[in-house]
């Protein structure tokens, strides 16, 4: 057997698509392929079940809805890797296995986490359906990010749209996989930034957005001005980025809101706190005394407006603290006087809450609107602040790496760790790799005891230190050097210490570390935004002043901590590793061949081994654990997938053909509908004709070339047949009859008069008609197959079995193209002009029918009229028969291929491991019957029904006129006819909608409003009725219950 490599269907090789197939797995080999594909504008690569991006800033050419169609669905090796092929992978995980999916995105900062987050987003958002509610729920899910971006990022050195929050985000779906709901976790907002940046780096999006985008009335009303005049902008001196027009942004962060259901006034309060905080940080100090004095009065009047507080209790609350003290055995409340540091301090921590709690607001809204009452099915996203080194790092970026590390934890939990574990647990021989496992890093950070990590430390110190803790950060660096300095992965330095994190070496400026950590806001400040006089900034401050005092504050980096790890305990991070190992048993890969599925009679090791050899694996490509095997080369393994995946898509052809089939003869039925509408009323039809398919070409002109000489190249046909023509004498003569879109051809026959050829027997097109050249058809109203097409020149009196058919597809044409009805008239005495030939002929000639014995027509030509005479036919006011419903349609083209498939096919899935394959054929396949009720009677043992034999050979396409030996089988396989059951009492009955012939001996027929008993209403849809003594199954969907 031929070893096909798994990549080459892809157009053009770049490297490696999966780094798992390089040879040597060294950093140097990864970084090489990495690079190679980069400089072929290949960003994706995958590792194994990882999916690796590099951000190319720029925009490439495969985000289209071309891409999205090319993925949706597609085997993972069929196209170049992306993240549309992992993002569908997830998709139809989700919806197959019923599992919950999450993607982590890890990176440093401007890797392009955040972009690769909205592309998941949006391919689910493309690729999966629903109504207008669950249309809303995506837009709220899309329109939250500029929302969340707005006042989440900001622009760093690193990034220009730097998240300074993490967020994991949560698309639920219904079990139809439609997105109907979602979540989000926020994650540490950097609300340091709100107060300080550093320099080239700005404050969150939403200042500029808010100063560049108000209208003049909003700028009037929140005291708009240019950015350099607040302390909050201008410490940076960056305003600002390339690239964004923050002006355009604001318009899309307004619309958001309003997207989010948002009210009208509270957007305009979100803004009067964006405005009030821009203005709170203008008041300033001076020192008077050793106390904080503010410095210019005036300034106190414009934050204290925007946020409805009263200018007196804003200016005492930033100079002065209530302080509980213990005198004796009582606790009493005194007022403490600040001193300039501590006021600055004071003033932007209050900023800082102002704005946390408006972002957790803006988060909470949008989870407002898509919360689902219960959760079916979900795919997470977790999308970060990358890890960062900075000139200068401090508290936040401590946090944000430690999240990092964190992240780095799961990765080698899930994939490496947790492989090589289950080496030693399954006894396989191996080689151990070595990795870096930063475990020892996160112990380092988080440890409580044993030794206390740098958190824990870092609380104690903050837990002992008073209102703005002068010397703390130095008390801190003492015990952190005490508990930790001989740790292999700390340093510290004069001013701080250094980490050793998986990424690299970080040191950390101490200054700024217990303030931040603290992360209290002072009772005195809750207590001024409670008396604010909105209801919404009042809503931000829901704290109880006099129960919640007790206990230990929560810091910050007790919080990260907890957050950090709540989220790797959600279990949200299943094994994803799909690739790594083949599961126990042999689900996924039993339909590889005909022993093992649907099921493999044997033991499951024995099973295993019999798959691996018929896919010819080497015998060193594979060991046998004890509960699963391994597979060593990656290659070995997707030649598997890939074999599995073409079943599939054989599968999926199938049921694609059967489909196809289907809709075909749906519209042969509306034709033949239409068809009998024609002459309904008009014409006795002929007795076997009503229900007669139609089929079209019965010339078989494929195999013509004679006669599609004289058609354009790919000139569909609509119809065609032999034809009798009657000449001037009523003479008659064969021809063939064509039609198609451009007109109708009428080809005859002659002998070769000269030339090579002479003597021979030739095809003439004898006559084409155009649709316009068209004036009407007439026929008579008896049985007979006469019809009359009249043309301009002269008309052509023409018999045809097939008239019917091909009159109703000439008149649908004929009105295509002229944008008329075509005429059709009926009577007993027609008329047809004969053509213009030398000195003699034209005139007209008369045809007259008459009632006469017998169904075939008798022709008596006399002179310039010919008589017709023959029998009654059926009343003119014959209708098509049955309208059959989709389902049995379907049934009846399914039936066909899956007994198709049963002549040396392959076999079509079912049984108890196929739930998909029950589900969807249970109605309209013929196998899923259910036997009938009771014990077998005697003469009615009934086996799996036998396919059709022929796949022409189903219910009502016989009309294909197939040659008899194709029905040979048929009389093989059918079960001897079911007893006649004895009578019942009357039971429950059912009334026909439409009429049923039946197919099968087990099956009974109906008319229209037939009244029958019902014996049994059976959920696959094949119920049990008698009728005129006969019991068989029917379609319910032909009943209703009366
Ligand atoms: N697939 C991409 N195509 C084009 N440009 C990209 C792509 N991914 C990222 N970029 C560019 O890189 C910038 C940074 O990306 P992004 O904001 O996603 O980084 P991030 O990993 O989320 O960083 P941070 O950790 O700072 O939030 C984007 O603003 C964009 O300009
Ligand atoms: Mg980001």
């Known amino acids: 057997m031929a070893k096909y490599h798994w990549q080459s269907q892809n157009v053009k090789q770049s490297g490696v698509d999966d780094m798992v197939l390089l040879s040597k797995i060294t950093e140097d080999a990864i970084v090489d392929n990495l690079k190679k594909r980069y400089m072929d504008d290949y960003i994706f690569t995958y590792i194994g079940p990882v999916l690796i991006s590099v951000n190319p800033f720029k925009q490439m050419p495969y985000f289209t809805d071309r891409e999205i169609e090319l993925y949706q669905g597609a085997a993972q090796y069929e196209n170049p890797p992306h993240i549309y092929a992992l993002t569908d992978n997830m998709y139809r995980n989700m919806m197959i296995d019923g599992e919950n999916q999450c993607v982590i995105i890890s990176g440093e900062s401007g890797a392009g986490k955040t972009v690769a987050a909205k592309y998941i987003m949006g391919y689910i958002s493309k690729v999966s359906g629903g109504g207008s509610k669950v249309q809303h729920v995506k837009e709220i899910i899309l329109q939250s990010n500029p929302l969340l971006e707005a006042f989440g990022n900001a622009k760093t050195v690193r990034n220009n749209n730097s998240s300074r929050f993490g967020k994991y985000f949560e698309i639920q779906f ?80 307004m619309e958001a809101m309003q997207v989010i259901g948002i009210p009208g006034d509270i957007q305009t309060q979100v803004l009067q706190i964006v405005a009030g905080i821009l203005h709170l940080g203008n008041i300033s100090f001076i020192e008077a005394g050793n106390y904080g004095q503010v410095e210019s009065t005036d300034l106190l009047a414009f934050p204290a407006y925007l946020l409805g507080i009263d200018p007196n209790r804003l200016q005492d609350k930033l100079t002065s603290r209530k302080m509980d003290s213990k005198w004796g055995g009582k606790s009493e409340s005194i007022n403490v006087t600040l001193n300039q540091e501590q006021a600055n301090y004071t003033r932007d921590a209050l900023a800082k809450a102002l704005y946390a709690r408006l972002f957790d607001y803006l988060v909470e809204s949008i989870n407002k609107a898509i919360q689902k009452p219960y959760e079916e099915f979900s795919i997470g996203v977790l999308d970060i602040y990358g890890f960062e080194i900075f ?115 970080v040191s950390y400026d101490i200054n700024g570390f217990c303030e931040r950590n603290r992360d209290v806001l002072f009772p005195d400040l809750i207590e001024l935004m409670q008396s604010s006089e909105f209801n919404f900034i009042r809503s931000l401050f829901p704290e109880n002043l006099n129960t919640d005092k007790k206990g230990r504050p929560t810091t ?68 046998m654990g004890r509960t699963k095997v391994f597979v060593k080369n990656p290659e070995s393994l997707f030649l598997l997938e890939e074999m599995r995946e073409r079943k599939f898509d054989t ?76 000449d001037r004498r009523f003479k008659s003569i064969k021809r063939d009859l064509i039609l198609t879109p451009k007109g109708i051809y009428l080809i005859g026959r002659e002998k070769v008069k000269k030339g090579p050829e002479k003597g021979q027997i030739k095809e003439v097109l004898k006559r084409k008609m155009e649709f316009g050249g068209i004036s009407s058809v007439s026929l008579s109203t008896r049985q007979d197959d006469f019809f009359i097409l009249h043309e301009a020149q002269y008309d052509s009196l023409l018999e045809s079995n097939f008239k019917t058919e091909f009159l109703s597809l000439l008149s649908k044409r004929y009105e295509e193209v002229t944008k008329r009805k075509l ?16 000195w003699g002929g034209g005139g007209t000639r008369i045809v007259v029918f008459q009632k006469g014995p017998g169904d075939v027509a008798q022709l008596k030509p006399g002179g310039k009229t010919l008589s017709v005479t023959i029998g009654d036919g059926l009343p003119k006011s014959s209708s098509s028969l049955y309208r059959r419903t989709a389902a049995l349609l379907l049934k009846h083209t399914l039936r066909s291929l899956s007994s198709a498939h049963q002549n040396g096919g392959a076999k079509f899935p079912r049984g108890p491991h196929n739930p998909q394959a029950d589900i969807t054929y249970s109605s309209p396949q013929k196998q899923g019957r259910p036997l009938q009720g009771g014990p077998p009677k005697l003469g009615s043992q009934r086996g799996p029904r036998p396919p059709a034999p022929n796949q022409y050979n189903q219910g009502n396409l016989d009309f294909l006129n197939v040659p008899d030996q194709g029905m040979s089988g048929k009389v093989w396989f059918r079960p001897p006819p079911a007893p006649k059951p004895q009578p019942r009492p009357q039971g429950p009955r059912c009334r026909a909608l439409y009429q049923y012939v039946g197919q099968d001996t087990d099956e009974i027929s109906f008319e229209a409003n037939d009244v029958l008993d019902l014996v049994k209403e059976d959920p696959s849809g094949w119920w049990t009725g008698r009728i005129g003594g006969k019991e068989g199954l029917f379609p319910g969907n032909y009943v209703e219950k009366i």
Request: proline share 3%.
């Open 651 to 726: 599968f999926a052809r199938i049921i694609q053909k059967a489909w196809r089939k289907f809709i075909a003869r749906k519209k042969y039925e509306q034709m033949r509908e239409e068809a009998s509408d024609i002459l309904y009323n008009s014409k006795e039809r002929r007795k076997n004709s009503i229900n007669r398919n139609f089929v079209g070409d019965y010339l078989g002109l494929e195999q013509r070339p004679e006669l599609r000489q004289f058609l354009a190249k790919r000139e569909r046909v609509d119809f065609a047949d032999s034809v009798n023509k009657f």
């Open 391 to 505: 000139q200068r790092n401090g508290f936040e970026q401590f946090c944000i790496n430690f999240v990092n590390e964190k992240l780095q934890q799961i990765f080698i939990e899930l994939t490496l760790k947790a492989e090589q574990e289950e080496y030693v647990q399954e006894g396989i021989k191996w080689t151990p790799i070595e990795y870096f496992n930063n475990k020892i890093v996160c112990d380092l950070i988080e440890n409580k005891l044993n030794p206390p990590g740098i958190m824990s430390v870092l609380d104690d110190v903050c837990a002992t230190m008073h209102a703005k803790g002068e010397g703390a950060d130095g008390t801190l660096l003492q015990k952190l050097q005490a508990a930790v300095g001989t740790h292999e992965h700390f340093n510290s330095w004069n001013s701080g210490f250094v980490i050793h994190h998986y990424a690299g070496k």
């Open 174 to 253: 219904s079990r139809g996989g439609e997105p109907d709901g979602g979540k989000i976790s926020n994650f540490l907002l950097e609300k340091s930034r709100v107060v300080s940046q550093n320099e080239n780096e700005r404050n969150f999006h939403i200042y500029y957005q808010l100063i560049e985008g108000a209208s003049a009335q909003q700028r009037e009303a929140l005291g708009i001005m240019t950015p350099d005049y607040y302390y909050y902008l201008n410490q940076s001196g960056t305003y600002k980025v390339d690239g964004t027009n923050d002006s355009k942004d604001f318009q899309e962060t």
């Open 823 to 838: 005429t059709i008239s009926f009577g007993d005495r027609l008329e047809f002009r004969v053509k213009k030939e030398g």
């Open 556 to 623: 910050a980096s007790s919080k990260i901590k907890k957050q950090a790890n709540d989220l790797i305990s959600q279990g949200t991070f299943a094994d994803q590793r799909r690739y790594l190992f083949l599961g126990p048993g042999l689900d996924s890969y039993a339909i590889l061949t005909a022993e093992t599925w649907p099921c493999w009679r044997g033991p499951e090791q024995q099973g295993v081994l019999h798959l691996l050899r018929s896919v010819n694996m080497d015998n060193d490509q594979y060991q």
